[in-house]
C-alpha cells in the first residue's frame, strides 16, 4: 500500500525511558506517546518529537487545583489546550492513562474517572501521541485511523493549523470557549464560533448574545476589521467556505519558525499573541476589540460607531433617535429611526409628492450584520434592490459581490480606511436636503467646467470614430438575441453584465495588424476557430480569435466568453483586450502570450519544463481556478480545462484561457445538467462525459488529468493501444497500486531529490480523478495539500477510466451527447 512509514525506533526508546524515567529529569527522557495501559503521573510530561509541546499537569495562577493540558514547551507557562476543565484535582495523585477501550482518561488518587476522551466505541491497542502540532491524537494501532484528537475539541486557543469549524450538515462545531478566569480554565461566558448565515463570518458570542463580529470573508481578508489586509495576509488567516453548509478558519503564520496563536480572553477579546525571542515572552500584537464601538451594536439598529468622534454614536443620515433623552444620556442601544418614510412604502402613492426613492452613499464602513447575498452584478445590485421595497440597504464588494439588507441596520462603523461602501435606502426628500447644501457650490463648479466638457466630448468623439459596443453591435448585426435557450445563464448576469467595458476594435486594424489573416499568423485552432498573431500600431503584440462560419454555437460560445471574461481579473487568467463585431465578422483579441500553450511545451520542447518550473505551471492553474470557483463569487465552471487551454507568458506563468463553454453557478447551486456535453475526452469527469452533469468537481477531475500529464509529460490520449494501461489515469492508479509511483515522473527531469514532492503531487493528482464526485477534494483543499499546508494526504480511491474507443488526436475537441462512445472499464 501507498506510503505507509514510520518504520520507528520507538520501541527501544520506550525501553530506556522506562528504566531511566524515575531518575532523570522529567524534560530530559521524556515521550511523546502512551501505549495501552501506560501513563504519566503529576510530575511527568509527555514532550512532542520535535520539542514544541509538551502534555502534562498545571496550576493556573493563585490556584493550587490540578488539571492537564497541552503547553507550548517554553519557559514561560502557556496552556493551549485543557482536558478537564470543569473537574480539577486537589492534589497531585492524579494520573493520565491510556485505557484498555482505546480512550485517554485522568485517574484521581482512588482511580476514580475524571475525564475520559468519550470515544463513542471502544478500541483496543489504541495509542496517544503527542504531535509537533500541538495536536494529541488517540490512533487506532491497527489500521493507524485517528479516532480523536484536541484540535477538534479546542479550548480558548487557536494555533495554527488547527480548524475553528462549523458543519451544518452533521451538526458539528468546534469553537473557543474563554476560561471562566486566569485562576479558572472552567468553561466561560464567551465563545467564538463559525457563523454559517447567508455569509460565514466569526462571532464573539457573550451567552447568546453577539459581542463582536468580524464580517464576512472575501476570500482573503475579513471585511469588517478595518487595516485587516497586511495583518492578515501574514497571517495566512483564511475561512475555508468549501461546501454549502460547513466553513472552517484556520492561519499559518508567514515565518514558521515564530512561536503565535490566538486566544479568546476572559474579557471576550479574541488575542494574538506573538513570541517574542528578545523579551523571552509572549507580546499581544492584535486584539479585537479595540475600542468601545468594535462591540457588537454599540450604537443600536440604524447607528453608526465612529471611535473618533464624540460622543462615538450617530444616526446614519436620514435617520434621528428613537429616544432622544435616552440617547442624549449616552444611552444608544434602542437606536434610531427613520425620519421620513420611504416613498415605496406609503399606499398612495398618487397623492404623495411622489419622487421616487433613492440610495444615499456611506463610505468606508463596517457593512452591517444579516447581509444576504444576491447572485448579481456591480451594476445591477442596486436597481434590484430599487425594485424591491424591503431592500433598505446594498453594498457590492469585491470577492463576495452583492449584498443586500431588509430587516435593519445593525453594528455599522464608521471607519477610516478599509470597510466597505455602503448604499442606504433613503426618501427622495431626505437625499434633496443633502443636495441643497452643495448646490451653489456644484452650479458654480458645473458652469465652469461645461465649456470643457463640450469641447472634451466633441475631441473624444472625433477621436473614437466610429467607436461601438461589441454588444450592442451583435444583436444588431444578428437581429435577434440567439443561442439563449434552455441554456442560458441565469438572467441576472447576462443584464448586469457591463459589456460596455470591452473595448471595440475595427475590423481594417485587426486585419493589417493580422497580415490580412495571413495563415503565417496563424498560432492555432482555438475553441470556435483560428487564432492569429497581430501587432497594433502602437506596437502591442494581441491574439485575435476569428469566428468561424456563423454557427449559432460558435456565436453563442463568443457571448458567453465576453461576458464572463470581461469581468474576471487573475494573473492566472488569460487577459481579453476587446472585440470586433462586423458584418459576419466576429473577433475576440487577447493579450499574446509569447510562449504559447502548455501543449506544445509539455509534449514537444519538454526538455525545457525543469520540475521548479512546472511546480509553478501547476499552482498557477490551481490558482486560477481557486479565483474561478471561489475567489470571484461568481462561481464559474470552467468545463473545458485542458492542455492547449493554458497559455504561458514570458516566464512561463501559466494563464487559463477559452471560456468559450464556461459556466456560472447561482450562489447555492452545486451542480447543473446539461443535454450538451462539450469538452474534451480524457479530461472530462465520468458524470460529465456519460450523464451531462457538470460541477466544480468535473473542473476538479480535469485538473487532475491535467496535473498527471504535467509530471509526466505524457498525453492522456498516448495510452491508445499501450500494453501498460488504457490511459493515463489507468496507468497512474497501476503504478500507485505497484507502489512505484515514481515511474510516472517524466524521465527527462527526473531529480531524486524531487521524490518526496513528486510524490505528493502524483498523489494529489489521483484524488482529483477519483470516480466519485464527493470523493474529489476542492480545488481550494487541493491548492493546500499541494503546498505542503495539508501535510498528510489521503489515500485515492479508484479513479474512473474513460475510454475513447474512436479517438484520433485529430478528431474535433467538441461533440453533441450524440456523438459519444465511451465504456467505462473497471480496474482490476
Ligand atoms: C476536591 O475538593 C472538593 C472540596 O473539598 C470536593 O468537592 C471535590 O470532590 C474534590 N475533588 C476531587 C477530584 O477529589
Ligand atoms: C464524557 O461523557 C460523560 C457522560 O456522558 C460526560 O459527563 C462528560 O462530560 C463527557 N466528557 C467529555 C470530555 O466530553
Ligand atoms: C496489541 O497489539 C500487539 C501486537 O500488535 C498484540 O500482541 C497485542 O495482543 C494487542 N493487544 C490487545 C489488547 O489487543
Ligand atoms: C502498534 O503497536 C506495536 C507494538 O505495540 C508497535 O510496534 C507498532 O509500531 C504500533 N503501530 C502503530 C501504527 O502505531
Ligand atoms: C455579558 O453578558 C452578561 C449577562 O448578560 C452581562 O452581565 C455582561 O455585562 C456581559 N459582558 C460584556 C463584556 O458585555
Ligand atoms: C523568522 O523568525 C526568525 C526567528 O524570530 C528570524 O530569525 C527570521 O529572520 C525570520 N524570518 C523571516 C523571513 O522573517
Ligand atoms: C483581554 O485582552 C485585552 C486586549 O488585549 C486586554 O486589554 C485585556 O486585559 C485582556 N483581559 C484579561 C483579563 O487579560
Ligand atoms: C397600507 O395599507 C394597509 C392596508 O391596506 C395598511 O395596513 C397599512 O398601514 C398602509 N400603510 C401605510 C404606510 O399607510
Ligand atoms: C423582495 O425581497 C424579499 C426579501 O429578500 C423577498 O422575500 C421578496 O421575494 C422580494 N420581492 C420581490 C418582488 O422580488
Avoid at 573 to 597: A, D, F, K, T
Amino acid at each position: 500500500m501507498g506510503f505507509r512509514h514510520k518504520a520507528n525506533m520507538r520501541p527501544m526508546l520506550q525501553v530506556f525511558m522506562l528504566v531511566t524515567c524515575c531518575l532523570c529529569l522529567e524534560l530530559t527522557c521524556a515521550i511523546d506517546t502512551l501505549r495501552v495501559s501506560q501513563s504519566i503521573r503529576d510530575s511527568e510530561v509527555l514532550v512532542s518529537n520535535g520539542q514544541n509541546f509538551k502534555l502534562g499537569f498545571f496550576s493556573p495562577v493563585n490556584s493550587n487545583q490540578r488539571y492537564v493540558g497541552i503547553m507550548y514547551n517554553i519557559p514561560v507557562p502557556t496552556v493551549i489546550w485543557v482536558a478537564n476543565r470543569d473537574k480539577p484535582l486537589n492534589d497531585s495523585t492524579g494520573k493520565v492513562e491510556m485505557s484498555e477501550d482505546g480512550n485517554l482518561v485522568i485517574l484521581d488518587g482512588q482511580e476514580e474517572v475524571l475525564w475520559s476522551s468519550n470515544l463513542s466505541w471502544s478500541v483496543a491497542n489504541c495509542s496517544a501521541h503527542l504531535l509537533d502540532t500541538g495536536n494529541l491524537v488517540l490512533q487506532d494501532n491497527l489500521s493507524g485511523m485517528i479516532l480523536w484528537e484536541s484540535f477538534q475539541h479546542a479550548s480558548d486557543s487557536l494555533i495554527q493549523r488547527m480548524k475553528i469549524m462549523t458543519d451544518l450538515r452533521t451538526n458539528e462545531k468546534n469553537i473557543l470557549t474563554s476560561w471562566r478566569s486566569p485562576s479558572d480554565p472552567a468553561l466561560g461566558s464567551f465563545t467564538a464560533s463559525i457563523e454559517l448565515l447567508e455569509l460565514p463570518q466569526l462571532v464573539v458570542w457573550n451567552g447568546s448574545d453577539p459581542y463582536w463580529r468580524s464580517g464576512p470573508h472575501n476570500g482573503q481578508i475579513f471585511i469588517g476589521i478595518s487595516h485587516m489586509d497586511a495583518y492578515l495576509y501574514q497571517n495566512g488567516v483564511d475561512m475555508v467556505n468549501d461546501n454549502p453548509g460547513t466553513a472552517y478558519l484556520t492561519f499559518t503564520y508567514f515565518n514558521a519558525s515564530v512561536l503565535t496563536y490566538f486566544v479568546l480572553n476572559v474579557s471576550g477579546i479574541i488575542q494574538q499573541k506573538l513570541w517574542s525571542d528578545g523579551k523571552r515572552d509572549w507580546e499581544v500584537t492584535w486584539w479585537s476589540i479595540e475600542s468601545e464601538c468594535d462591540v457588537y451594536s454599540k450604537c443600536g439598529p440604524y447607528g453608526s460607531c465612529n471611535a473618533k468622534a464624540v460622543p462615538m454614536c450617530t444616526c446614519l443620515p436620514g435617520f434621528e433617535p428613537k429616544n432622544v433623552d435616552e440617547w442624549n444620556a449616552a444611552n444608544w442601544i434602542s437606536g434610531c429611526t427613520r425620519k421620513t418614510s420611504l416613498q415605496c412604502e406609503t399606499n398612495n402613492s398618487i397623492g404623495k409628492m411622489g419622487k421616487q426613492d433613492g440610495f444615499l452613499r456611506l463610505k468606508t464602513v463596517k457593512l452591517p450584520d444579516h447581509a444576504k447575498w444576491f447572485p448579481a452584478l456591480e451594476a445591477h445590485c442596486g436597481s434590484q434592490c430599487l425594485n424591491n421595497c424591503s431592500c433598505i440597504a446594498y453594498a457590492y464588494y469585491s470577492g463576495i459581490g452583492c449584498m443586500q439588507w431588509t430587516d435593519s441596520l445593525i453594528d455599522v462603523q464608521k471607519f477610516s480606511g478599509g470597510g466597505g461602501d455602503l448604499y442606504i435606502r433613503l426618501a427622495h426628500v431626505e437625499l434633496d436636503n443633502k443636495k441643497d447644501q452643495t448646490t451653489i457650490i456644484a452650479t458654480t463648479i458645473v458652469l465652469g467646467f461645461i465649456m470643457i466638457t463640450i469641447c472634451t466630448y466633441f475631441l473624444l468623439n472625433w477621436y473614437r470614430g466610429s467607436k461601438q459596443k461589441c454588444w450592442r453591435l451583435l444583436t444588431r448585426s444578428r437581429g435577434t438575441d440567439p443561442g439563449y435557450s434552455k441554456e442560458s445563464l441565469p438572467k441576472d448576469y447576462v443584464n448586469g453584465v457591463k459589456l460596455e467595458e470591452v473595448p471595440f476594435f475595427k475590423f481594417e486594424m485587426l486585419s493589417k495588424a493580422t497580415g490580412n489573416f495571413d495563415s503565417a499568423f496563424k498560432l492555432g485552432q482555438g475553441g470556435f476557430g483560428p487564432v492569429y498573431k497581430g501587432k497594433l500600431p502602437s506596437g502591442q503584440e494581441i491574439a485575435v480569435k476569428r469566428l468561424a462560419g456563423s454557427s449559432n454555437q460558435g456565436l453563442q460560445e463568443f457571448k458567453n466568453e465576453v461576458e464572463l471574461i470581461s469581468k474576471l481579473q487573475h494573473r492566472n487568467l488569460v487577459r481579453l483586450l476587446g472585440c470586433c463585431v462586423e458584418s459576419e465578422e466576429i473577433m475576440l483579441v487577447y493579450e499574446y502570450m509569447p510562449n504559447r500553450s502548455l501543449d506544445a511545451y509539455l509534449f514537444d520542447k519538454q526538455k525545457l519544463l525543469d520540475w521548479k518550473t512546472r511546480v509553478v505551471i501547476i499552482e498557477g492553474i490551481c490558482r486560477g481556478l481557486v479565483y474561478l470557483h471561489r475567489d470571484s463569487r461568481l462561481r464559474i465552471i470552467h468545463r473545458d480545462l485542458k492542455a492547449s487551454n493554458i497559455l504561458l507568458d514570458e516566464e512561463l506563468n501559466p494563464k487559463i484561457s477559452d471560456f468559450g463553454l464556461a459556466r456560472i453557478f447561482g450562489g447555492k447551486q452545486d451542480q447543473a445538467n446539461t443535454t450538451r456535453v462539450v469538452g474534451t475526452f480524457g479530461y472530462m469527469a465520468p458524470e460529465y462525459a456519460l450523464e451531462g452533469r457538470f460541477s466544480e468537481k468535473s473542473d476538479v477531475y480535469s485538473f487532475g488529468v491535467l496535473l498527471l500529464e504535467i509530471v509526466s509529460g505524457r498525453r492522456n490520449t498516448s495510452f491508445y493501444n499501450d500494453e501498460q494501461a488504457q490511459s493515463l489515469v489507468a496507468y497512474a492508479w497501476k503504478l500507485w497500486n505497484e507502489e512505484s509511483m515514481i515511474n510516472l515522473m517524466d524521465p527527462l527531469i527526473f531529480d531524486p531529490q524531487m521524490e518526496p514532492k513528486i510524490l505528493r503531487y502524483a498523489n494529489v493528482g489521483l484524488l482529483c480523478v477519483q470516480e466519485v464526485a464527493q470523493d474529489r477534494p476542492s480545488i481550494s483543499t487541493i491548492l493546500s495539500m499541494l503546498s505542503s499546508e495539508i501535510v498528510d494526504l489521503p489515500h485515492p480511491e479508484q479513479p474512473a477510466f474513460i475510454v475513447h474507443q474512436r479517438s484520433s488526436e485529430a478528431s474535433p475537441s467538441k461533440f453533441s451527447a450524440n456523438d459519444i462512445t465511451v465504456t467505462i472499464v473497471e480496474g482490476r
